[in-house]
């Protein structure tokens, strides 16, 4: 089935239709805006939630949070779709328990989502000899939910150049399914179900970071980091709910229902961030996802559509404001990245591979004692192929974070 042909549909990837949606991946808020996951440095004034051995870094009460608004311009072989999705992001809270030395982390954030509308229209024969006539019929299916994460975790700054951390999450699972058949013909009436998935499970995930100041100058930094997210299974429960007219009938009793397991896969992050300065940073990060181990006991059928996904992520920062200059330009974090990605699905032959270019601008808080900012970022991406009657995208995003860093549980002493 195309993808809408509505003017403007509030849907996301018709890639997100497969498997329990299409993955997010974890990233620091800033860090988007590199093409990176963030795993491989550390920013004193903005949370970070990739790598749990940055949390033994802090020093500030620190909190993030954003939105996000993407547009996807698909395109196939004989059909054009525009599908706007507006999203909210993830949220944490990182907090010193000793300052510059252990701290902790509260956060929720997505793993996967799943967001698409689908429509086909057909026509079939109905009845028998000469009463025999075509009907028009249209299929309309929508999708939406998908995997999220609540976790909490620490980390434990064990010298002065290196750390640990480690973080415990449940991971929810919320899918719809819904099907709508309509008829061009009054004397039919509109039929209609929903699929729904729901289940949890618990995650672990390890992460550690090195950092080796003063490797080629007086001021210049490496970082080395790297995160391990371990298998999750999932306990789940899938019902088919038909819609009756003013009632509704809900059974778990069938194929493909009732009980069941899903598996997500095994996620590892890592890469090297080289800070010239205190003004620059080139980073590049790397992240492995083996899912061609995904199990979906719900979807037998899709599992040889996925393959391992790997994402390449190159990213350089700029931070002239730590000068003090008073020119207008200077009051700014600028950011700039591009990543390719591999993808996880893998139909008729065909990877479903991502190329994206970002772009970020960071807003300093005028108020002269705060270190808090706000985070503009911009993406452009190309996603998929035409080839073999498959769809293309072009991906436009914008998204804004607020990112909050201020003294806390502190005592101001008299001097």
Known sequence: M????DEQAKSGSVYSKLGIGYPVGLSSTSARSLGLTGVSYNETYVAGLTNPAHWGHTVYGLGAGGVGIDSYNASGASAEARNVHFGIHQFQLQLPVIRGKFGVSASFSPVTQ??????????????????QDTLLYGIENRGSGGANRAELGFGW????????????SIVFISLDDHYTGVFGNANYQTVGYTLETSGSGFGNRFGTYIRIPGL??????????ASVNLPVSIDAQRKQTADLGPSSLSTEDGGNLGNGTITLPMTINAGLSYHPSRLTMFATEATYENWSDFDNDFKPSEGALFTDRYKYGLGFQYFPYITGSNKFLSQFKYRIGASYDTGHLKIQGEKINTLKFS?????????????????????????????????EE??????????????MFFRPKLQ
């Open 2 to 5: 195309a993808q809408s042909q």
């Open 359 to 391: 772009f970020g601008l960071g807003i300093l808080s005028p108020r002269s004692n705060s270190n808090s900012s706000i985070d503009l970022s911009f993406e452009y991406g190309l996603r998929g192929t035409q080839n073999m009657n498959l769809v």
């Open 157 to 168: 700054r064990i010298t002065p150049h290196i750390s640990v951390g480690y973080a415990a």
């Open 114 to 131: 799943s967001n698409f509308r689908n429509y086909q229209e057909d026509v079939m024969d109905v009845g028998t000899g000469v009463t």
């Open 394 to 407: 072009q991906i436009w995003g914008v998204r804004l974070s607020l990112n909050l860093a201020e003294i």
């Open 216 to 225: 080629l100058g007086s001021e210049d930094q490496l970082g080395i980091g």
